[in-house]
Nanobody, 118 residues
Framework: QVQLVEPGGGLVQAGGSLRPPCAVS????????MGWYRQTPGKQSEMVST???????TNADSVKGRFTISRNNAKNTVYLQMNTLKPEDTAVYYC????????????WGQGTQVTVSS
């Protein structure tokens, strides 16, 4: 069974940094795109950053210049380097991956809370 595991986000002061990982476990053929979304109460889920297997990156305007997505294919892990964090970055962050098992499907992590204090 394929799972995306997010060990944890954290609490940080404004201006600080976090680098949450998300690891894919289980049996699968290959991983295509990986990415991060976030959600705050009362708001729609927002795409934060995505990275295709070919290396194409798409970032939300709100995080450009501050957040960097990367992946370690040997470890089946995607990272989100978050710098210069702001209180408005506070949200539950979800990683996602498009994975080929028998067919191609999207999988989601359980979500990790990131809290930025002012």
């Amino acid at each position: 069974q394929v799972q995306l595991v997010e060990p944890g986000g954290g609490l940080v002061q404004a201006g600080g940094s976090l680098r949450p990982p998300c690891a894919v476990s289980g049996s699968f053929f290959s991983i295509s795109a990986m990415g991060w979304y976030r959600q705050t109460p009362g708001k729609q889920s927002e795409m934060v950053s995505t990275l295709t297997a070919g290396g194409r990156i798409t970032n939300a305007d709100s995080v450009k210049g501050r957040f960097t997505i990367s992946r370690n294919n040997a470890k089946n892990t995607v990272y989100l380097q978050m710098n210069t964090l702001k209180p408005e970055d506070t949200a539950v962050y979800y990683c996602t991956a498009t994975i080929i098992v028998r067919g191609m499907d999207n999988y989601w992590g359980q979500g990790t809370q990131v809290t930025v204090s002012s």
